[in-house]
């Protein structure tokens, strides 16, 4: 089993700044992807970025230029950095690993970010 934590979400004014950071532990897999989603009240949950071990990236449109994802494999960690936020971006963002292999899928509990003035 996989355990993932996520932290580094709050409340932040549009156009501000955060940075997402997730934390893997227990039975690691050897190759997996890792990734953020995110979902807003009422919505459903949506891919915001992944990330593959070689470190090729993937974005969707809406935060491609604002977001940026990366890893560290030793660590075993993800994070997210995000810059010109805006209020559509507020949604609970969560932590995810697919293995590539198996295709088990494993998911944190999530961390709010809201973008208000």
């Known amino acids: 089993q996989v355990q993932l934590v996520e932290s580094g979400g709050g409340l932040v004014q549009p156009g501000g700044s955060l940075r997402l950071s997730c934390a893997a532990s227990?039975?690691?897999?050897?190759?997996?992807?890792m990734g953020w989603y995110r979902q807003a009240p009422g919505k459903q949950r949506e891919l915001v970025a992944s990330?593959?071990?070689?470190?090729?990236?993937n974005y969707r449109d809406f935060v491609r230029g604002r977001f940026t994802i990366s890893r560290d494999n030793i660590k075993s960690t993800v994070a997210l950095q995000m810059n010109s936020l805006k209020p559509e971006d507020t949604a609970v963002y969560y932590c995810n690993v697919h293995v590539y292999f198996g295709g088990q899928k494993y998911w944190g509990q999530g961390t709010q970010v809201t973008v208000s003035s």
């Open positions: 227990g039975s690691i897999p050897f190759s997996y992807i």
């Open positions: 990330i593959a071990p070689d470190g090729a990236t």
